[in-house]
C-alpha cells in the first residue's frame, strides 16, 4: 500500500520568511495530493491541493509542487503569518485510499 | 464543501463502556470515512462507510470493537466498544469531496478519554 513520509516533523521560523514542507509517497498509482493545516481542538482543514497531470499550483500565499518522477511533492508558504501556526498533513491518494503523512508542527514567530 | 458536525465533541468515559459517535453532513455524500488520531499522531483510516452496504475496515480494525452504521447519505454513527484507556483519541469523520472529487472533508472530532 501507499506510504507517506513527510518533513519535518517541527518547523519554527520567523514571522515573514517562508516555510517548506516536504513529503514524498511509494505507490505511482497515486494521482491526487492534498494538504491539510490542523488546527489545536479542531479537524483537519483542506488548504490546497494538486492532481497528477500538474506541477504546481498557487493559491495566494501558498503554493504546491508535484514531481511525479521523484515521487514529492512540497508546500510553501510564503509571508507567514503566527496565524499559519498548526499541524500541516500531506496526503496521497490512489483511488479512493488516501494515506496522510506524519505531520509537521509549524511555529511562526512574531 | 460540507458543514459536517459530531456529537459528541469530547467525553470522558470509563474503561469497559461503549461510546457511540454520531457525524452529520449537511449534504448528501456517497463515502463517509472514520478515522482515529492518537494524541501528537497522524490520521489511520478506521473504516469507509458506504450507504446501503457493510463498512470496509483497515487492517487492525474489526467491526466487534468499532460497530458502524450508515443509514442514510447524510448520517453515521461509530461505536467503540469495551473501551480501554488505548482507545483514548480523536475520532474523525470525514466525507468524500463530491464537489471537487476524491477530497475528503473532516468533522471537528470527537475527543475520547478513556480512564
Known amino acids: 500500500g501507499e506510504n507517506v513520509e513527510q518533513h519535518p516533523s517541527t518547523l519554527s521560523v520567523q514571522e515573514g520568511d517562508s516555510a517548506v514542507i516536504k513529503c514524498t509517497y511509494s505507490?505511482?498509482?497515486?494521482?491526487?495530493f492534498p494538504w491539510y493545516k490542523q488546527e489545536l481542538g479542531k479537524g483537519p482543514q483542506l488548504i490546497i491541493d494538486i492532481r497528477s497531470n500538474v506541477g504546481e499550483k498557487k493559491d495566494q500565499r501558498i503554493a504546491v509542487t508535484l514531481n511525479k518522477t521523484a515521487k514529492h511533492f512540497s508546500l510553501h508558504i510564503t509571508e507567514t503569518q503566527p496565524e499559519d501556526s498548526a499541524v500541516y498533513f500531506c496526503a496521497a491518494t490512489a483511488d479512493d485510499d488516501m494515506r496522510f503523512g506524519a505531520g509537521t508542527r509549524l511555529t511562526v514567530k512574531p | 464543501s460540507a458543514v459536517i458536525s459530531q456529537k459528541p465533541s469530547r467525553d470522558i468515559c470509563q474503561r469497559g463502556t461503549s461510546l457511540t459517535i454520531q457525524c452529520q453532513v449537511d449534504?448528501?455524500?456517497?463515502?463517509m470515512f472514520w478515522y482515529r488520531q492518537q494524541p501528537g499522531q497522524s490520521l489511520t483510516l478506521i473504516a469507509t462507510?458506504?450507504?446501503?452496504?457493510?463498512?470496509?475496515?483497515e487492517s487492525g480494525f474489526v467491526i466487534d470493537k468499532f460497530p458502524i452504521s450508515r443509514p442514510n447519505l447524510t448520517f453515521s454513527t461509530l461505536t467503540v466498544s469495551n473501551m480501554s484507556p488505548e482507545d483514548s483519541s480523536i475520532y474523525l469523520c470525514?466525507?468524500?469531496?463530491?464537489?471537487?472529487?476524491?477530497?475528503?472533508?473532516f468533522g471537528p472530532g470527537t475527543r475520547l478519554t478513556v480512564l
Open positions: 449534504s448528501q455524500v456517497t463515502m
Open positions: 505507490d505511482s498509482a497515486s494521482n491526487y
Open positions: 470525514s466525507v468524500d469531496g463530491r464537489w471537487s472529487g476524491r477530497t475528503q472533508y
Open positions: 462507510a458506504n450507504q446501503g452496504s457493510e463498512a470496509t475496515y
